[in-house]
């Protein structure tokens, strides 16, 4: 696979869905185009998402070790999760839960060591939200180190833990993230009880999102665009500090606790066959 930013591949193989692209040598992007809104399924997680993250991770070392052996400097890396970019409804609605309530293993198998993969990834990772994150879509972004967000000008766009309007219970995992990556009691009581729409100015005053693309003036078809720009600009200011190879490291020691949670008991994690409950 070449490291020159040429390279497309898409995922699963037999009806893909999401596609890695490679716009810059040491960016990367993952454009999850499951559906129109990116449902994050059994298939999506475990024959499309992980195996993603597998191709990058090695496209980097292998993009590092070419450097090495040219004498240059070990350069950085940063990779980009937006959802599909014909749209910009959507970033992730969340788990398909007609699909995963009957598969106790679900969160445990699938779910959790994806989010703990992402907290502990070698590479800055960011959330290009072009639209609205609901349940588990949230979740994903907030397991990224940064989030860029849709200034919602031309579209709404909402940042959603919706649960408690469904009846269902959140995976502890859910919790420990929302602790470690929102500083705020407050703003997680808003989160997670009152199941708050927030929108990109209040997420971005909450500290949920870190910025926001402009999309003033903007056409709605064009509003990914911008915020892949947005999280271009950030990607290029933040890939450098995965030059020295401690940034999965210092993940790992900064999130600990939340991720003692991930990797712990898997009967904590096990959503309840509740059909009237959605996340």
């Not at 052996?69 to 970019?85: F, T, Y």
């Not at 907030?142 to 919706?162: F, H």
């Not at 926001?212 to 290029?236: C, D, F, I, Q, Y």
């Not at 991930?262 to 066959?273: E, M």
Request: glycine content about 8%.
């Amino acid at each position: 696979m070449s490291s020159e930013g040429s390279f497309s591949l898409s995922l699963p193989t037999a009806d893909p869905l999401l596609t890695i692209t490679h716009p810059q040598q040491d960016i990367w992007i993952i454009e999850l185009h499951g559906g129109q809104d990116s449902r994050l399924t059994t298939r999506m997680i475990d024959g499309a998402l992980r195996p993603a993250l597998d191709v990058v991770e090695h496209n980097w070392y292998a993009m590092r070790d070419k450097q090495a052996n040219d004498g240059a400097d070990e350069g950085g890396g940063a990779l980009i999760i937006v959802g599909r970019r014909d749209q910009d409804k959507f970033f992730s609605n969340g788990f398909d839960y007609e699909t995963v309530k009957g598969n106790l293993s679900f969160v445990d198998e699938t779910v959790n060591p994806l989010f703990a993969r992402l907290l502990t990834y070698p590479i800055p990772t960011i959330a290009a939200i072009n639209g609205h994150a609901f349940a588990a879509g949230m979740m994903l972004s907030l397991v990224c180190d940064y989030r860029v967000m849709t200034d919602g000008s031309r579209r709404r766009a909402w940042m959603c833990m919706n649960e408690i309007h469904f009846g269902a219970r959140w995976p502890l995992s859910f919790t420990a993230i929302l602790n470690a990556k929102v500083g705020s009691p407050v703003i997680r009581r808003r989160v997670a009880l009152e199941g708050h729409r927030f929108t990109p100015s209040e997420a971005l005053k909450a500290g949920i999102v870190d910025r926001l693309a402009n999309l003033t003036g903007t056409s709605v078809e064009s509003g990914t665009v911008k915020v892949l720009e947005e999280a271009m600009k950030l990607a290029n200011e933040v890939k450098i500090l995965a030059s020295r190879g401690v940034w999965s490291t210092i993940n790992a020691c900064l999130y600990k606790d939340c991720l003692d949670v991930l990797y712990s008991d898997t009967r904590a994690h096990r959503i309840p066959p509740n059909g009237e409950a959605k996340l």
